[in-house]
């Protein structure tokens, strides 16, 4: 079955320091790999997504990047965190695009 | 554009008893695809459903049941006989077949459920 891992659960982290999430996918090939912010009382809005290695799409210009490294491997960075980069990310696979996405457990980022 | 309004913020509701979760949506769309998401105090999303624009045919799966109305686009959720676990916030999301931002779920803000025993 497929399984996907996110991780660090929960992060604080000063302003301007960087950060990396990393995100992996099990049990299957070439998904597509997304990764969401939920912010606090709001729902879900899409950062990145990837349809392969290397392939990474921008939905909403920021501080942030992502990276595919590997089929199953999702990473979102950023050089010099904000106070607004606070919130809730997840990351999320899914095996087509019309098809449902399946959510990690989320990392609950703090800058301060 | 597309839009997802999940009008009720939060919904109390006793142990036992029927809730229905309100979603509406907007797309100039006529193919497109729905979705249903729990999401527990753990954090992570919990996919429940999804539905396929050309399908009105409506689904119930255990306690849980969907009603499906593009008349009135709406794709309302259902709990009968609620239970603790079912304490959650819920999402319900819209996502295009085609075209550009195909590949995004836009969500609801969510309604937050709190089953009280």
């Known amino acids: 079955s497929q399984t996907i891992h996110q991780w660090p659960a929960t992060l604080v982290q000063p302003v301007g320091s960087p950060l990396s999430l990393e995100c992996t996918v099990e049990g299957t090939s070439n998904p597509n790999l997304y990764w969401y912010r939920q912010a606090a009382g709001r729902g879900l809005q899409l950062l990145f997504y990837?349809?392969?290695?290397?392939?990474i799409s921008s939905e909403v210009p920021q501080n942030l990047s992502a990276s595919r490294p590997q089929d199953r491997q999702f990473i979102l960075s950023s050089k010099k965190l904000l106070l607004s980069d606070s919130g809730f990310y997840l990351c999320?696979?899914?095996?087509?695009?019309?098809?449902?996405?399946?959510f990690g457990q989320g990392t609950r980022l703090t800058v301060v | 554009a597309q839009k997802v309004t999940q009008a009720q913020t939060e919904i109390s509701v006793v142990e036992k008893e029927d809730v229905t979760l309100d979603c509406v949506y907007e797309t100039r769309d006529t193919t497109y695809y729905l979705f249903w998401y729990k999401q527990p105090p753990s954090g992570e999303l919990v996919f429940l459903i999804r539905?396929?624009?050309?399908?009105?045919q409506n689904e119930i799966s255990g306690r849980y049941s969907w009603n499906f109305q593009k008349s009135t686009s709406s794709f309302n959720f259902t709990i009968t006989a609620s239970q603790v676990v079912d304490s959650a916030v819920y999402f319900c999301a819209l996502r295009r077949d085609s075209g550009a931002g195909s590949y995004q779920l836009t969500f609801g803000k969510g309604t937050k459920l709190s089953v009280i025993p």
């Open positions: 990837s349809v392969g290695i290397g392939q």
């Open positions: 999320a696979w899914s095996v087509v695009r019309e098809a449902e996405a399946f």
């Open positions: 539905r396929n624009s050309f399908d009105e």
